[in-house]
């Protein structure tokens, strides 16, 4: 199976601040890879599929890049609405697999 | 509107069997894959299986292959997971997700149904 490795686990900040979250692939899945984000008792939320691409209704200050085995997600001025957990995911292979998250903390 | 409603979760011990069902609204059943995916207490998500628009390719976590079975009523809009010989680390949320295609994100999420095993 694809292990997915995301950095850092958890993450302080301020509301302005530009942030990023890192996931590495134990081996290339090419540009098949999701970000979602979610908050406490609520289901996941995808942010931006295939490595880069913002889905719909989804803020601008979100982005991603990165192809291969190492992705990045950028925040690039924090709103108070974006402190949640993010994860990001696999799906080259059918064996989807997760990170194990990124909590973002107000500093 | 699209919605999906998950439902069976209980409270059970170990080793016996559970169904969960989610119920697809707002799109065309056969035109979407659905996934499994769960979220044990405190933890991170896990996915746990998907099966094809037809029914024709079903994919499992190693940690659940050869338990669990999903399965789909077309007819009536719905996705299955049939969970046998349940262990405590079957204990999580379980969500249904839909998505365009086997390689495609999960886009549509239901608020998941809680699982619980234990003695």
């Known amino acids: 199976d694809i292990q997915m490795t995301q950095s850092p686990s958890t993450l302080s900040a301020s509301v302005g601040d530009r942030v990023a979250i890192t996931c590495r692939a134990s081996q290339t899945i090419s540009s098949w890879l999701a970000w979602y984000q979610q908050k406490p008792g609520k289901a996941p939320k995808v942010l931006i599929y295939k490595a880069s691409n913002l889905e719909s209704g989804v803020p601008s200050r979100f982005s991603g890049s990165g192809s291969g085995t190492e992705f990045t997600l950028t925040i690039s001025s924090l709103q108070p609405d974006d402190f949640a957990t993010y994860y990001c995911q696999q799906y080259n292979s059918y064996f989807y697999t997760f990170g194990q998250g990124t909590k973002l903390e107000i500093k | ?119």
Not at chain 2, 77 to 87: A, E, F, K, R, V
């Open chain 2, 1 to 119: 509107q699209v919605q999906l409603v998950e439902s069976g979760g209980d409270v059970v011990q170990p080793g016996r069997s559970l169904r969960l069902s989610c119920v697809v609204s707002g799109f065309t059943f056969n035109n979407y894959v659905i996934h499994w995916v769960r979220q044990a207490p405190g933890k991170g998500l896990e996915w746990v299986a998907v099966m094809s628009y037809d029914g024709s390719n079903r994919y499992y976590a190693n940690s659940v292959k050869g338990r669990f079975t999903i399965s789909r009523d077309s007819s009536k809009n719905t996705l299955l997971l049939q969970m046998n010989s349940l262990g405590v680390e079957d204990t999580a949320v379980y969500y249904c997700a839909g998505a365009e295609t086997l390689r495609a994100p999960h886009r549509f999420w239901g608020q998941g149904t809680p699982v619980t095993v234990s003695s």
